[in-house]
């Protein structure tokens, strides 16, 4: 194993329990606000992993659509919804153990599938670049979904400030 692999699996790690981290911590806060703002964490934690794994293109989308837009619109969103911020709320409610059991149960069929698992190493160099195929196809085949998506999203955003105006 050279220094170079090295090096590529001690940064892995890093940012791997980076994400992890900021991933329980969104889900374990008491503030909705902190919560959010750990899932900002993770989600540059993941654009991080893509940087490694040299998809330069899905961390940019990453970083532009998770944390730039879905992120902010999340904020936006519980800023302006009243009632969450509440102090006398408990963030934990009587599902909790059967969530944990399920998770437990989900988390150990992912590992086994992921050990057990053929996991093929292609050796062929990719010849073409796929960025200008990806982008043809956003804006020709899949510009319904994409127009669909945003819409939803104007939507919430929209209810959101008619609530916060009530």
Known sequence: MSLTDVLF?????????????AAL?????RNVVHSALALV????????????????FLAVVQVLIYVGAISVLILFAIMLTRGLMKPGESAVNG???????????????MLLTAARGPWPINTTAITTDMIPALGTALVTTYVLPFEIVSVLLLAALVGALMIARE
Request: proline share 0%; charged share 5%.
């Open 41 to 56: 964490g993770s989600f540059f934690g993941v654009a991080g992993i893509y940087l490694l794994l040299e998809a330069e």
């Open 95 to 109: 599902q909790w153990a059967a969530a944990a059991i399920i998770a437990m149960f989900l988390f150990m069929g």
């Open 9 to 21: 699996y001690i940064v892995f790690f890093i940012l791997a329990g980076a994400t992890l981290t």
């Open 25 to 29: 911590l969104a889900v374990t806060l």
